[in-house]
């Protein structure tokens, strides 16, 4: 079974820190291209950034250029998300998903042939003084 399981959410001030874990099972991280998403209340779920499969490309939304940074972790079988100057309205419930290529995460158009049809439960992230 394909699964990816956030965590490594919580409540922090604006101006600190904290970093996501997105943990697969039943398959590799390296096979696919990884991409964390956004959902704030009332809001869409938009993206926020993703890596390739072979770890030579990382993109990002403009609103988190220069904060965040993606990375992963092969051998854990883990993509993180480094979030640094966190601004209250960066809080929202962050999810990760997987595919063939960046190109069909960040366009919200699946691949054709995409093995990953559902959501996880996300982990809450609360910018807050």
């Known amino acids: 079974q394909l699964r990816l399981v956030e965590s490594g959410g919580g409540l922090v001030q604006p101006g600190g820190s904290l970093r996501l874990s997105c943990a697969a099972s039943?398959?590799?991280?390296?096979?696919?291209?990884i991409g964390w998403f956004r959902q704030a209340p009332g809001k869409e779920r938009s993206g926020v950034s993703c890596?390739?499969?072979?770890?030579?490309?990382?993109t990002y939304a403009d609103s988190v250029k220069g904060r965040f940074t993606i990375s992963r972790d092969n051998a854990k079988n883990t993509v993180y998300l480094q979030m640094n100057r966190l601004k209250p309205e960066d809080t929202a419930v962050y999810y990760c998903?997987?595919?063939?290529?960046?190109?069909?995460?960040?366009?919200?158009?699946?691949?054709?042939?995409?093995?990953?049809?559902?959501w996880g439960q996300g982990t809450q992230v609360t910018v807050s003084s």
């Open positions: 998903q997987a595919d063939f290529a960046c190109y069909y995460l960040t366009s919200g158009r699946p691949s054709p042939n995409n093995k990953f049809n559902s």
């Open positions: 039943g398959f590799n991280v390296d096979d696919y291209a």
């Open positions: 890596i390739s499969s072979r770890g030579d490309l990382t």
